[in-house]
């Protein structure tokens, strides 16, 4: 099993503005964008999220020690690479300086 960032599986790009009134907001609009599908889930970075998974990833997110370290794994690209996709980004360890 691999990581998935949960601010990127949201649309959440700008992680220094990210309060509970951006959580807020954001969960409203994934779940009317849910409500509005035939399906009842949508498509982000390459999974289907469902009403319940949203309201999951919130409540998580939402406990301030969560949000935190989600928040510090994405602001950190080439550890984000390396837990999404087992890679490492720009090839930082090709040069071989640690």
Same mark, same amino acid.
């Given at each position: 099993?691999?990581?998935?960032?949960?601010?990127?599986?949201?649309? $959440?790009?700008?992680?220094?503005? $990210?309060?509970?009134?951006?959580?807020?907001?954001?969960?409203?609009?994934?779940?009317?964008?849910?409500?509005?599908?035939?399906?009842?889930?949508?498509?982000?970075?390459?999974q289907e999220l469902?009403?319940? !998974? $949203? $309201?999951?990833?919130?409540?998580?997110?939402?406990?301030?020690?969560?949000?935190?370290?989600?928040?510090?794994?994405?602001?950190?690209?080439?550890?984000?690479?390396?837990?999404?996709?087992? !890679?490492?980004?720009?090839?930082?360890?090709?040069?071989?300086?640690?």
């Amino acid at each position: 099993m691999h990581y998935i960032s949960p601010f990127r599986s949201l649309g $959440i790009s700008d992680f220094d503005a $990210i309060d509970k009134n951006t959580l807020n907001l954001a969960k409203k609009k994934l779940l009317a964008e849910i409500d509005l599908s035939p399906t009842n889930t949508i498509i982000r970075e390459g999974q289907e999220l469902s009403k319940d !998974t $949203i $309201i999951k990833t919130f409540d998580k997110l939402t406990q301030v020690n969560n949000w935190e370290t989600h928040r510090a794994i994405a602001k950190d690209l080439p550890l984000l690479a390396f837990l999404e996709n087992q !890679t490492f980004a720009n090839n930082i360890f090709a040069s071989g300086k640690e």
